[in-house]
């Protein structure tokens, strides 16, 4: 299933749920899709945000030796 944003000519937005691409290419031929605010059937798919689910967060990075200048054991040290 797929929930696409749609807009009519008035600029009114709603949600509608088509099983797959295909079925809102049909529909919209078809003259089946029409807004339910005003019965608009010029209708197309609104811009959206594709919803991205949260990813694990990353490790945390190597604790440096916490000195401004290297620990000495930096291939740069006393390069600074």
């Not at 797959?20 to 031929?29: C, G, I, M, Q």
Request: proline share 9%; hydrophobic share 30%; glycine share 10%.
């Amino acid at each position: 299933m797929i929930l696409y944003t749609l807009r009519c000519s008035h600029d009114h937005h709603f949600e509608e749920w088509f099983s797959n691409s295909a079925e809102y290419d049909t529909r919209k031929d078809d003259g089946a899709l029409s807004c339910p605010e005003c019965g608009d059937k010029e209708v197309a798919k609104a811009i959206m945000a594709p919803n991205v689910g949260k990813s694990r967060s990353a490790p945390a990075p190597a604790p440096s030796c916490g000195t401004p200048m290297g620990c000495g054991g930096c291939p740069m040290a006393g390069q600074h």
